[in-house]
């Protein structure tokens, strides 16, 4: 059974730097590409980095040059290094996996593409 397990959430104020971390388990069939979301309060959820099979990184306009999405070589921790936090970014953040994408150019308009969600963690940006 496939698991996706976010933690690292938490509250910070506006300027600082959170990191958050997705545990992979289950998955044996090589890496995948996978991605974090996040969704504000009344508001729909939003794509704001992916990493596909390549290691090739995307990047909501939103957030690129603040946040910067890796993973471990094992391909099993995704990591999402949050600086220059701003309220605007409080969400919950929800981190996803996918065996059908291979190449981003862009973030999946349709979320559907990704076959795993995590639970989710909230990260509150205090100002």
């Known amino acids: 059974q496939v698991q996706l397990v976010e933690s690292g959430g938490g509250s910070v104020q506006a300027g600082g730097s959170l990191r958050i971390s997705c545990v992979l388990s289950g998955w044996k069939y090589g890496t995948m590409a996978m991605g974090w979301y996040r969704q504000a309060p009344g508001k729909a959820r939003e794509g704001i980095a992916g990493?596909?099979?390549?290691?090739?990184?995307v990047y909501a306009d939103s957030v690129k040059g603040r946040f910067t999405i890796s993973r471990d070589n094992a391909g099993t921790t995704l990591y999402l290094q949050m600086n220059s936090l701003k309220s605007e970014d409080t969400a919950s953040y929800y981190c996803?996996?996918?065996?059908?994408?291979?190449?981003?150019?862009?973030?999946?308009?349709?979320?559907?593409?990704?076959?795993?969600w995590g639970k989710g963690i909230q990260v509150t940006v205090s100002s």
């Open positions: 990493i596909d099979v390549g290691s090739n990184t």
């Open positions: 996803a996996a996918s065996s059908r994408i291979n190449l981003m150019e862009s973030m999946p308009n349709n979320q559907e593409l990704f076959d795993y």
